[in-house]
C-alpha cells in the first residue's frame, strides 16, 4: 500500500478511532485500580491508597511502604474475564457477544534499609483486556476484536519523615500493547480490494513514568493517605495489515505502518483508614482521574502528514468504601465502589462502550504461619448499560444498547 493510500484509509475508517478507544475499556474507574492482591481486589480498590502492611504499597502509595518492618516478598495471580452482550437495532436487529479472558501475574518486594527507608521493587500486570466479537456480527465495519495489555516495571522509596509524617515516590517503565481487527468495507478500499476486508493493526511502546506518595497518622487508628499518579506518554508503533479473509477477491496482503500517540491520564487519590476496634476496620477512597489527557490524539501515517483525534473523554472521579474484619488467623475484606462515566451518550463509540461503573469485592486471607499468608478475592465489575449510535465513513450507523456487561476479578496472593 503507498503512503498516500494508507493514510486516506485511516482518515475514512473507523479503524484509528477504534484503535484509539480501546485501551480505555479499562475505564471508568476500572483502569490501574484492581492489582492481584487480596486485599485490592477484596475492597474493589479501596484499600490500597492506605496500605501500609503489604509489599504491594510500592505501586499504590510508596509512602505506605514504611509501615513494613521486615523485607517482604509478595506474589499474587488474577484471572480477569470480561463478558459484554450488545443488542443492535441498526444495520440489522441481533444480539452479539463479546468476550475476554486473561491472565494478570505480580511480583512485590519491599526492603527496609534502616527504621528511616524502605525501598520497593513490583512488576506488574496494570491493565488489559480486550473483547471479541463473531466475524459476521452487525458491528464488524466498526470493530472485531481488540486487545491489549499494560506491563509495569516499579522500583519505588518510602522515607519516614517522623512518627506521623511518610512520604514515597517510585519510577515506573510502562509497556503498552495493543492490537485491533476491524472489517473494512469495498469503498474504502482502493483498487484492487473490491471486497470488504479484514484490517489486522499491532504494536507497542515503552516509556517511563512516575508516582508521588503521602501518608499521615493521625492518631494510633486513623491515618490518610494521598498519591499521585503522572500522565505516562505513549508513541505507539503500529503495523498495518489487509487481507481478503472474509471474501477473498485477490491473494493479496497491502501493508502500512502508522504512530498513535497518546497518553495514560494522570490520577490523583485520596483515602482514609479508621480502625474502629479490634475487629473492624473502615475505609474510603476518592479518585480524580484526568482522561481528558488521553482524549487529545495524534495519528501519524510512515507516508508523512497527521490525523488529529479527538474521543472527547471526560475527567471523572470515582469513589469507594471498604471493612476489614479480623479474626485469630484470618482477615476477612469488603468494598464497595462508584466511578462515572468517561464518555457521554453522545460520544460514545461501540469500541469504547463503558458507562458508569458498580464494583462489588470480597476476599480473605488466612495466616499459614512464620509471617505467611494466603489469601483469595472476588470482584464483579458492572459497567450498566450503555447506548450507542455511531456512523462511520461509508454511511453505515450501528446502534443498539450493552445488555450484560460484566468484569470478572479472582485473584490468589501468597506473601511471606
Known sequence: MTPASLNQLLRNSTLALSLLAA?????????????????????????????????????????????????????????????????????????????????VPSVFYAYPVNDKIVLGASVHGAGGLGFDFSRNWAGR????????SFLNITGSIGYKVNDKLSLGGALIIQQFYLEAT?????????????????????????????TLGLMYQFTDATRAGFHYSAKIEHDLEMDLNINGSRVPVVDETLSGSFVIKGAQPSSFT??????????????????YEKWSEFGE????????????????????????????????????????????????????????????????GIGAEWALGSDRFFGLAYEL????????????????????????????????????
Not at 461509508?394 to 485473584?411: P, V, W
Open 297 to 360: 490524539l495524534t495519528i501519524k501515517p510512515a507516508g508523512g502528514g497527521s490525523i488529529d483525534a479527538n474521543l472527547n473523554l471526560d475527567d471523572i472521579y470515582d469513589i469507594g468504601i471498604a471493612a476489614e474484619h479480623s479474626a485469630p488467623g484470618r482477615t476477612t475484606y469488603f468494598g464497595l465502589s462508584y466511578a462515572e462515566s468517561m464518555v457521554s451518550d453522545e460520544n460514545r463509540v461501540i469500541s469504547l462502550p463503558v458507562a458508569e461503573s458498580i464494583k462489588l
Open 182 to 210: 476491524t472489517t473494512t468495507p469495498a469503498l474504502l478500499l482502493p483498487p484492487p480490494l473490491g471486497t470488504e476486508r479484514n484490517l489486522d493493526t499491532d504494536g507497542d511502546d515503552i516509556n517511563p513514568g512516575f
Open 23 to 103: 485501551p480505555n475499556i479499562w475505564a471508568g474507574g476500572l483502569f490501574l485500580s484492581e492489582r492481584a492482591t487480596t486485599d485490592s481486589v477484596g475492597t474493589a480498590g479501596v484499600s490500597s491508597i492506605t496500605n501500609n502492611t503489604t509489599a504491594e504499597a510500592g505501586v499504590s502509595n510508596p509512602a505506605g511502604l514504611t509501615g513494613l518492618k521486615a523485607s517482604q516478598l509478595q506474589l499474587g495471580v488474577q484471572i480477569v474475564d470480561l463478558r459484554l452482550e450488545f443488542d443492535s437495532t441498526s444495520p440489522s436487529t441481533g444480539t452479539a457477544n463479546g468476550s475476554n479472558t486473561s491472565l
Open 141 to 148: 465495519n466498526f470493530i472485531n476484536d481488540t486487545e491489549f
Open 270 to 287: 485520596f483515602g482514609v483508614s479508621h480502625q474502629l476496634n479490634q475487629q473492624w476496620r473502615l475505609m474510603g477512597r476518592l479518585a
Open 381 to 416: 465489575a458492572m459497567l450498566g448499560d450503555a447506548n450507542v449510535s455511531q456512523t462511520n465513513a461509508a454511511g453505515t450507523t450501528l446502534e443498539g444498547k450493552t445488555g450484560d456487561y460484566y468484569i470478572h476479578f479472582l485473584s490468589a496472593t501468597y506473601r511471606y
